[in-house]
């Protein structure tokens, strides 16, 4: 696409870390490419945030995306899963930051209000809007598909911060 960019969606976990990839252009999204980073869990905690970290640098490498966007995790009832995910969390903001990329991050109400049009919206309701917004993405996974939508949530606020930046607000 000309004058394109490609934003790079991550949702943080320490088990399942969902990518998304999509190229905007103006108000046109393309699909590039989506998947997980997953870490076993039977591994040392520092073990397995290398495999994140080592996973988004390869990503990135491979997909050369011109920003990342980051969905902010809420905090468990478990103060324990809630460090370590906080610890995924760190290294999944680091990797795109170390690379020279911009990063968002985004609530996830912010995520679905972008996506579906309400914040309280359901995951399966985010998933199939995602879907239909990125026709041919074929996404196996719900971290995917969450991290799609988070980069489908960047473009959006993104184009909106461009518009009002150039002195006009998008039609």
Known sequence: M????????????????????VESAGSRLRHLGD???STDA?????ERLSVIYRGL????????????AVEHTYVNKNPGAALKLG??????LLAPALAGLRVAEYQAMEVKRAVVGTGHAEKPQVEAMVRRLLPGATIRR??????L???????????T???YAKGYAPA
């Open 161 to 163: 911060k461009l518009a």
């Open 149 to 159: 939508a988070v980069a489908i949530c960047h473009a959006h606020h993104r184009g």
């Open 2 to 21: 000309h004058n394109s960019v490609r934003l790079l969606g991550l949702d943080p976990g320490l088990q399942h870390t969902g990518w998304g990839l």
């Open 87 to 92: 610890q995924a969390r760190g290294v999944v």
């Open 42 to 46: 039977d591994q040392p905690l520092a």
């Open 142 to 147: 719900a971290d995917a598909a969450d991290a």
């Open 57 to 68: 640098v390869a990503l990135i490498a491979q997909w050369q995306p011109d920003e990342a």
């Open 35 to 37: 998947g997980v980073i």
